[in-house]
């Protein structure tokens, strides 16, 4: 089951505000035959920007596929394993694992450090020059 999420900023009694109150009000009132509801709260994830997903496709792997000689996936593969590698200890406790982040799994502060991280590399390991996102079309 999906279940979405809403976000909200708290008035000065302490009430939400939803960006999108229809919407909240449309799910609610799908779900409200099966009884009792149940709600739970965080800080809001601010999710990537498309923007971000344009520039690092259309600019940053392509600009560095170009340098390198590798293909666009090979690149975002390459960076990725470089920057998003993580490790987890298996449950028994014996073996550390490793995978690789997806960008799909990025909030906006990952990914404005993800695309940082990929610029110095490309300047450093294949001389290439990456163009601030307002210099360029995408």
């Known amino acids: 089951m999906v279940i979405p999420r809403f976000h909200f900023r708290l008035d000065k009694e302490g009430w939400p505000i939803y960006d999108r109150p229809e919407v909240v009000r449309a799910y609610l009132e799908s779900i409200a035959h099966k ?3 149940e709600a739970s709260f965080q800080p809001w994830r601010k999710e990537k920007s498309l923007q971000q997903l ?3 496709h259309g600019v ?3 600009l560095c596929a170009e340098a390198s000689g590798y293909t666009r ?3 975002k593969g390459l960076l990725k394993s470089q920057f998003l590698t993580e ?3 298996s449950p028994d406790g014996k073996k ?3 995978y690789v982040r997806s960008l799909a799994d990025l909030t906006m502060a990952e990914m404005s ?3 940082d991280d990929c610029i110095i590399l490309a300047a450093k390991h294949w001389s290439c020059v990456i163009p601030e996102p307002e210099e360029v079309i995408v």
């Open 60 to 62: 940053i792997f392509a």
């Open 113 to 115: 450090q993800f695309i």
């Open 87 to 89: 490790y987890v200890t």
């Open 96 to 98: 550390k694992l490793s």
């Open 73 to 75: 996936e090979e690149v």
């Open 35 to 37: 009884g009792d509801l």
């Open 54 to 56: 344009r520039y690092i």
